[in-house]
C-alpha cells in the first residue's frame, strides 16, 4: 500500500489535461456528519491533449452516491467509482454534463484538509488536493473553472453563510428551519482555490474605494464575541489593498472580500478566491493579548494572502512544481509591503534572520531541494523554507539584477501576458528578459540548482596604483540527487568603505561606472578590479543581502568593528557585529569543548556600545545589532559535529558578559524608553519596545538579582503583551521562584484565551533547563492542550523540537524519543502536521556523534513502522535518505 502511495510525481511527467472543466456548479447541503454535494461539471476534451481518452477525476475518502452524464444515470458498467476516484473509460466524445452526489461526515474529519468543522463552524481548506475530499474532480491547478455554490444549512447553526465570488441570492428553505446562499464567483479558478464557510460569526465591517472608484465591502469574520479584536487585521487588509494599487498597479476585482478567521488550521492562512480562511492566530489582536510581533506578523499575513489575488489566484501556477511561481513571488510582495509600511532596513534583517534559521538549514540538510523540485512524493511537504522564502529571495536578485524600473515592466508584462491563465517559472522569467530585452537563461539555474552558494572573497590593494583587485570565487555545496552545481549569476551588491566612512566610487577597469553597485558574477572565480582607489578601503560585501549566500571574506575584527561603525548600508552595519560576535562564539565553542575557558572580546562590546550610543538610529534596528546570533545560528555556521551544549554555554557566556560590561548604557536606556502614553502597535512604538526589552533581557542575562526583579516587577505592570511576554521571555531563563510565580499568575490571568495560552506553551517549551521535557510531558495533559489543534501542537511540541537547542537534542536521546512518539501518536489523526514536526531532525548529521547516533536510531524506529502516513514516509525516508 504504502510503496504504492509513495510513487514520486515528476515535472518531467507534465502532461496537458485531458478534459477540461469549464463551469462547476455546487449544492452543499451542511450536516454535522452527512454533508451532502451535489456536483454538476461542464466538461470537454482538451483540444491541448492527446485526443480521445478516459475521464478520471481524484477522490480521498469519498463516499459516492450517484452519477449522470447529460440527465441520466450512468449504468454502474460504465465507470468506477470508490473513494479515491471515479473513472469514465469511454465517456462521450464531445462536451457532456456529469453530476455526482457524494456524502462527506465534516466532523470526522480530523485531517483539517477539504470540508471540516473548527468549533462547531464550517470551513475548506483545498490547498494542495483537498477539494478531492469534497467532490470528484481533475484535482490539478491547470483545470480552471468558473464556480457556482448552492450552500444550504440550518439557520440556527449556520446563520452565516459565505463562498467564493459575489453573493448572488439568499433566502429561506419554507418549512425546514434552514436557509441558503448561492455565490457566483466569475473568475475561471482552480479547484485549489475553491472555498465555504457556514457558522455562527460576528463580524466587523468597512467599505473599500478602488482606485478605479469601484466599492468593495471588506468583511472579516470571527467566533462570537471576538470581533473587537478584528480590527487591526481589517485595517492591514486596507492598507495592503491600497498598496497593492500604489506599488504595482493591481486593482481588486470582486464586489466583496472576506476573511473568516479559524481556530483550526493547518498553515497560516488560505487564499481562497474572495473569500480567504486564516488561522486565528493571524487576525486576532488586541493590546493585551497580542505582541507587537504578533501584530507585524498579522499586517504581514493578511497582505500576503490578499497579494495572492494577483499572484497567484488571476494568475496561477501551471502544476504544484511551480508552487514558488505564486509563493516566491507574493512572499517577496508582502515583503515589500511590510518595508514600506515599517522599516525597511529593521524588515530585511528579520527576513534575513528567517531566511538563514530555516532555509539555509533545509538547504545544508537532507531535506534540501531546489526552489523548483523536480520530484515529490508529497506536495504538502515541499510548502517549505525554501520554496518561499528562497523562493522570494530569487525575485529580489532579478529586481537588483534589472533595476526597478524594468522589474516593474516585467511585472505588467506578466500580468498583461498571463492573466485568468496557469503559468510556468519559465513564462514568469521570460517576461524579464523580454522587458529588460536581457538573456535570463544562466539565472534559471537558481530555480532548478539546491544548496546555499558560498563566495570567498579576497582583496589586494596597491595604493599609489589606485587600484583594488577582487577576487571571487563561488562554490555551490552537494545536496541530495545534486551531487555537481553549476556556478549561478549572482547579483553581489558592493560598497567600498573609505577611511572617513563614505563610499569611494565604484569604477571597474574595462567597464566604467558600477550601476547601483552591482557585480554580477557568472563563473566559479572571477576577478574585478577597481580604479581610482587612493585611500584604504573596506569592502562592505552583499549590501542589503542581495543574494542569498554565505561569504567568506578576508576581513579582519578591525573591518568588521569599522564597518559596524561606519558602513552606510544599515544591513550590513548589523551583520558586521553579526559576524564579529559569530567569530568569537565559534571559538569560544571550540575551547569549550576542550575544557578550556571562555575568551572575552573587548572589541564586540566596544562595537555594540558604539551603536547604542549613536542616536540617529532607530531603536529597533539597535535592538537588531544588540540580539547576538542565536543557538541555531552558531550550529550552522559551525556546520558538523555540533555540540549544543557547548553552543549553549558559549552563548550564554557572551550574553553575561555585554550584560556586565554595558550594564550603566543599558540601564539607563530602558529607564529612557519607558513608554508613559497607550500602547499603539506602530513601527515606531514597536521599535522603542523591542530595544527596551533587549536592554532588560540582557542587564538580567548575568543574573543579578537586582535585574531578575526588575523584569518580575515589569511582568507584574505591564499593560500590554509585548512587555508582560517579553519580561516573562527574560524571567524563563532564570531558575528562580519568579519565574514560576510569573507562569502561574499569567497561565490565570489569560486561562481562557487559547492564543494567549500557547505563548504560556512555548516559552516553557523552550527554558533551556534540563528539567524541561518532564514540564513540556506534564503540559500534555494540561486541560488547554489537544493534539487535535495545530497551534497547540507547534506552541507546545514545535517549540521543544525546532526552538530548544539543548532539550530536544539532550545528549540522553530522550528529547528525540518524545517528539517521535508524538509525531506517531499525531500522525493517525492529522499527517501533515505529524510530518512538519519531524523535520526538527533535519539537521541530525550535523551533530556529534553521540547525539547523531541517537538521532539516527530514532528516525529508523520511526520508519520501520508499517503504517506510516504518505506524509510522514516522505519526511522520515528522505531525512535518512
Ligand atoms: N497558499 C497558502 C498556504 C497554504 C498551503 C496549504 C494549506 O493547506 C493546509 C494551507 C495554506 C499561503 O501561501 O498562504
Ligand atoms: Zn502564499
Excluded at 552558494?453 to 545534486?482: F, N, S, W
Excluded at 532607530?618 to 559551525?638: M, N
Aim: a negative charge; hydrophobic letters at 40%; proline letters at 7%.
Amino acid at each position: 500500500m504504502r510503496t504504492e502511495h509513495a510513487r514520486p510525481i515528476r515535472l518531467s511527467d507534465y502532461r496537458p489535461p485531458d478534459w477540461l472543466v469549464d463551469t462547476v456548479h455546487l449544492d452543499v447541503a451542511l450536516h454535522p456528519n452527512r454533508t451532502r454535494i451535489k456536483a454538476r461539471l461542464a466538461l470537454r476534451p482538451n483540444p491541448a491533449a492527446r485526443g480521445p481518452a478516459p475521464l478520471v477525476l481524484d477522490g480521498d475518502e469519498l463516499t459516492p452516491l450517484s452519477v449522470t452524464i447529460d440527465g441520466a444515470a450512468l449504468p454502474e458498467a460504465a465507470y468506477a467509482a470508490g473513494p479515491d476516484g471515479l473513472t469514465i473509460p469511454q465517456p462521450p466524445p464531445g462536451p457532456f454534463v456529469l453530476e455526482v452526489e457524494t456524502e462527506i461526515d465534516p466532523s470526522a474529519n480530523t485531517k483539517l484538509m477539504g470540508l471540516y468543522r473548527s468549533s462547531g463552524n464550517y470551513c475548506t481548506q483545498c490547498e494542495a488536493e483537498g477539494f478531492r475530499r469534497i467532490t470528484y474532480f481533475p484535482d490539478r491547478p491547470d483545470v480552471m473553472a468558473v464556480y457556482t455554490t448552492r450552500i444550504e444549512a440550518d439557520r440556527d447553526e449556520a446563520p452565516v453563510l459565505l463562498g467564493n465570488g459575489n453573493l448572488v441570492e439568499r433566502g429561506d428553505v419554507p418549512g425546514t428551519g434552514r436557509h441558503f446562499a448561492v455565490w457566483h464567483d466569475p473568475f475561471p479558478k482552480p479547484c485549489y482555490l475553491f472555498a465555504l464557510v457556514g457558522g455562527r460569526l460576528d463580524v466587523c465591517r468597512t467599505t473599500f474605494t478602488t482606485m478605479s472608484g469601484r466599492a468593495v465591502e471588506l468583511a472579516v469574520y470571527v467566533e462570537p464575541g471576538k470581533a473587537d479584536r478584528a480590527g487591526y487585521a481589517l485595517a492591514a487588509l486596507e492598507r495592503s489593498m491600497r498598496w497593492d494599487e500604489e506599488a504595482f498597479g493591481r486593482e481588486y476585482d470582486l464586489d466583496v472580500f472576506n476573511i473568516v478567521a479559524v481556530a483550526d488550521f493547518n498553515m497560516g492562512a488560505m487564499e481562497n478566491k474572495g473569500l480567504n480562511i486564516f488561522n486565528d492566530k493571524y487576525v486576532l489582536a488586541s493590546p493585551e493579548t497580542a505582541t507587537d510581533a504578533d501584530f507585524a506578523h498579522i499586517e504581514a499575513v493578511i497582505a500576503h494572502e490578499y497579494f495572492h489575488n494577483w499572484t497567484g489566484n488571476r494568475i496561477t501556477c501551471r502544476d504544484w512544481f511551480q508552487l514558488c511561481l505564486k509563493e516566491g513571488l507574493t512572499v517577496f510582495r508582502d515583503q515589500e509591503f511590510s518595508s514600506d509600511m515599517r522599516s525597511r532596513p529593521v524588515k530585511r534583517i528579520a527576513d534575513v534572520r528567517v531566511l538563514r534559521g530555516h532555509q539555509f538549514v533545509e538547504d545544508a540538510g537532507p531535506l534540501a531541494h531546489p526552489v523548483r523540485p523536480e520530484t515529490y512524493r508529497e506536495i504538502n511537504n515541499f510548502y517549505t523554507a525554501t520554496v518561499y522564502e528562497k523562493g522570494a529571495e530569487v525575485v529580489r536578485m532579478l529586481k537588483t539584477l534589472l533595476g526597478p524600473e524594468t522589474f516593474r515592466a516585467g511585472m505588467d508584462l506578466y500580468f498583461a501576458r498571463h492573466d485568468g491563465r496557469a503559468a510556468t517559472i519559465e513564462e514568469f522569467v521570460a517576461c524579464f528578459a523580454d522587458a529588460g530585452d536581457t538573456d535570463l537563461s544562466h539565472f534559471m539555474l537558481w530555480y532548478g540548482q539546491a544548496g546555499t552558494p558560498e563566495l570567498a572573497v579576497t582583496r589586494r590593494h596597491d595604493a599609489q596604483g589606485g587600484t583594488l583587485v577582487l577576487d571571487i570565487a563561488q562554490v555551490v555545496p552537494p545536496t541530495p540527487g545534486q551531487p555537481v552545481k553549476s556556478p549561478l549569476q549572482i547579483p553581489l551588491v558592493l560598497g567600498l568603505v573609505g577611511p572617513d566612512g563614505r563610499d569611494v566610487p565604484l569604477v571597474r577597469r574595462g567597464h566604467g561606472p558600477v550601476e547601483r553597485g552591482v557585480l554580477v558574477l557568472r563563473k566559479p572565480a572571477e576577478r574585478f578590479v577597481f580604479d581610482g582607489i587612493t585611500v584604504p578601503v573596506v569592502p562592505s560585501l552583499n549590501r542589503g543581502f542581495s543574494a542569498p549566500v554565505k561569504i567568506k571574506a578576508d576581513l579582519g575584527s578591525d573591518d568588521l568593528r569599522f564597518l559596524a561603525i561606519h558602513d552606510s548600508d544599515p544591513f550590513n552595519r548589523w551583520q558586521a557585529v553579526q559576524t564579529l560576535a559569530s567569530e568569537i562564539l565559534i571559538g569560544n565553542v571550540a575551547v569549550i569543548r576542550a575544557g578550556g575557558g571562555v575568551r572575552h572580546d573587548g572589541g564586540l562590546v566596544h562595537a555594540l556600545a558604539s551603536v547604542l550610543g549613536d542616536e540617529r538610529l532607530e531603536p529597533a534596528f539597535v535592538a537588531q545589532v544588540l540580539s547576538i546570533p542565536s543557538e541555531g545560528d552558531i550550529a550552522r555556521d559551525i556546520g558538523r559535529d555540533v555540540d549544543p551544549e557547548a553552543i549553549f554555554n558559549a552563548r550564554h557566556a557572551l550574553r553575561r558578559a555585554i550584560g556586565n560590561d554595558l550594564a550603566p548604557t543599558l540601564r539607563v536606556l530602558y529607564d529612557r524608553l519607558r513608554d508613559d502614553g497607550p500602547y499603539s502597535p506602530d513601527a515606531a512604538s514597536a521599535g522603542r519596545r523591542a530595544l527596551r526589552n533587549v536592554c532588560l533581557d540582557l542587564l538580567a542575562a548575568p543574573g543579578h538579582a537586582g535585574a531578575v526583579a526588575l523584569a518580575a516587577a515589569q511582568y507584574a505592570e505591564a499593560d500590554n503583551m509585548t512587555d508582560r511576554m517579553a519580561a516573562l521571555g527574560t524571567l524563563s531563563l532564570h531558575d528562580t521562584a519568579e519565574r514560576e510565580a510569573a507562569l502561574a499568575d499569567f497561565a490565570e490571568r489569560f486561562r481562557d484565551d487559547p492564543l494567549v495560552i500557547d505563548k504560556w506553551f512555548a516559552l516553557q517549551a523552550m527554558i533551556p533547563d534540563p528539567g524541561t521535557l518532564a514540564r513540556v510531558e506534564r503540559l500534555i495533559d494540561h486541560p488547554a492542550f489537544s493534539l487535535g489543534n495545530p497551534n497547540r501542537v507547534r506552541a507546545l511540541l514545535g517549540s521543544f523540537a525546532q526552538a530548544n537547542h539543548t532539550q530536544f537534542n539532550r545528549a540522553d536521546g530522550k528529547g528525540y524519543d518524545f517528539v517521535a512518539g508524538m509525531v506517531l501518536t499525531l500522525d493517525g489523526r492529522n499527517p501533515q502536521v505529524a510530518a512538519r514536526l519531524m523535520t526538527a531532525f533535519r539537521s541530525w548529521r550535523a551533530l556529534e556523534s553521540g547525539r547523531r547516533d541517537k538521532a539516527r536510531a530514532t528516525l529508523e524506529r520511526v520508519a520501520a513502522n508499517p503504517s506510516l502516513s504518505r506524509d510522514l514516509a516522505d519526511i522520515v525516508e528522505r531525512s535518512l535518505g
